[in-house]
């Protein structure tokens, strides 16, 4: 279940911050102040996705405005003038013109999103064929500094090649 927890419990999943630590679970605050401890299932990550992909409907019903997710999930950034840059929508990595620096790989459908979590885990929700994949990590740094948007751009595009009517 989705929650913010308070106390440890086997339940929870350790979150590996180095190589060379032993794991630990992120309870409480960091030292700004800011919420550490929210832990969620991949089944509900992936149905948050499906949320989006629906366009705040569930079981026919209008839980989130249509207009919301569409702000969330389609570019809203400027156009760059360097063509390597990519556009976004609102917290969402959001699928135009592909671009060598985005987090989505090329060969993902145009209007297509993905988000990503600080410890690896990713959504990738692709509308053209009514996809969504919920990919679970707990490890912080765990793509390989210089190799990020490589092993991003990676999944994305496994996704897309696999998926692909």
């Known amino acids: 279940m989705l929650n913010w927890q308070t106390e440890t419990n086997d339940a929870l999943v350790k979150e590996i ?3 060379n630590e032993e794991e630990s679970y992120k309870i409480g605050q960091t030292n700004d102040g800011t919420e550490s401890n929210l832990h969620t299932t991949a089944r509900e990550f992936a149905e948050w996705g499906n949320l989006h992909l629906n ?7 209008q839980i989130v405005p249509r207009e919301v997710i569409e702000l969330a999930t389609q570019i809203k950034s400027p156009i760059y003038k360097n063509i390597n840059l990519p556009r ?6 959001a699928q135009g013109t592909p671009s060598i620096q985005s987090e989505i790989g090329e060969r993902v459908p145009k209007g297509s999103y993905q988000i990503l979590g600080i410890t690896g ?3 990738l929700v692709i509308p053209k064929y009514n996809l969504v994949v ?8 765990n793509y390989g500094g210089d190799h990020y948007l490589h092993y991003l ?6 996704v ?3 998926f692909k009517p």
């Not at 366009?55 to 019903?61: A, N, T, Y």
């Open 55 to 61: 366009k705040g409907l569930v079981e026919g019903k």
């Open 134 to 141: 919920a990919k679970m990590y707990n490890k912080r740094y």
């Open 121 to 123: 885990p990713t959504l």
């Open 88 to 93: 976004n929508g609102l917290f969402w990595y």
């Open 160 to 162: 897309a090649d696999i």
């Open 17 to 19: 911050i180095t190589a």
């Open 153 to 158: 751009r990676e999944f994305s595009n496994l």
